[in-house]
C-alpha cells in the first residue's frame, strides 16, 4: 500500500469518526506550494499520520483542538495553525471560521484542505479554490483520491495487468 493511499484511509478514517458525532476539524494537506508561514503561527508535532491522531487532536475542550493540522510531506507537522480567512463575502452565514479558513488557504496556495463542520458534521473540501460542501463519506473519499492519488498508480495497475497477461 502506497503511503498516499495511508493518508487516504487515515483521513477518512477520521472524518467517518468526527463527522456523526460533529467534532469540528480542520486540515491542510500541503501541495507543491509552500504553507510554512502558516506552519510558524502552529504548534509543532512532526508526527506519522493516522486516523487515531487526528481524531483525537480535534477532539473539544483540549488544548490543540482549535485552529488547522497542517500536513507536509505525508506528517502532520504542526496542529493549532492559523489559515488566511478569505474575504469572499458571498459564502453563506451557515459556514464558519473554518469554512472560511479552507477557502481562503485554497485562495492562495495549492493545498487540499478539508473541514468537518461543529453545527452539522457536514464534510467540505477545497482544492484551487473550488469548495465542495455536505459531501458523503464517499465523495469525500473519491474525491481525495482524485487529487491526493497520482493518477500514474491506477496506470501501473492495469500495465502490470497486461504485462502479466503478455507473459
Do not use: C, W
Request: glycine residues 8%; hydrophobic residues 40%.
Amino acid at each position: 500500500v502506497s503511503q498516499e493511499e495511508k493518508m487516504v484511509q487515515a483521513y477518512v478514517k477520521a472524518v467517518a469518526y468526527m463527522s456523526p458525532r460533529k467534532i469540528g476539524a480542520l486540515v491542510a494537506i500541503q501541495g507543491a506550494r509552500t504553507l510554512q508561514e502558516y506552519i510558524s503561527t502552529g504548534i509543532p508535532l512532526e508526527a506519522d499520520i493516522s486516523g487515531e491522531l487526528l481524531i483525537n487532536i480535534f477532539i473539544p475542550n483540549t488544548p490543540l483542538h482549535d485552529g488547522a493540522v497542517i500536513v507536509r510531506e505525508d506528517r502532520i507537522a504542526v496542529t493549532s495553525a492559523y489559515l488566511p480567512l478569505t474575504e469572499n463575502t458571498g459564502i453563506s452565514k451557515e459556514f464558519g471560521t473554518r469554512h472560511r479558513a479552507a477557502i481562503g488557504l485554497s485562495e492562495v496556495s495549492d493545498a487540499l484542505t478539508f473541514v468537518v463542520s461543529e453545527e452539522t458534521g457536514g464534510i467540505s473540501i477545497t482544492y484551487n479554490g473550488v469548495f465542495k460542501h455536505d459531501l458523503t463519506l464517499e465523495e469525500f473519499e473519491s474525491e481525495l483520491r482524485r487529487i491526493l492519488l497520482p493518477a500514474s498508480e491506477e496506470k501501473q495497475g492495469l500495465k502490470a495487468f497486461y504485462d502479466r497477461k503478455q507473459a
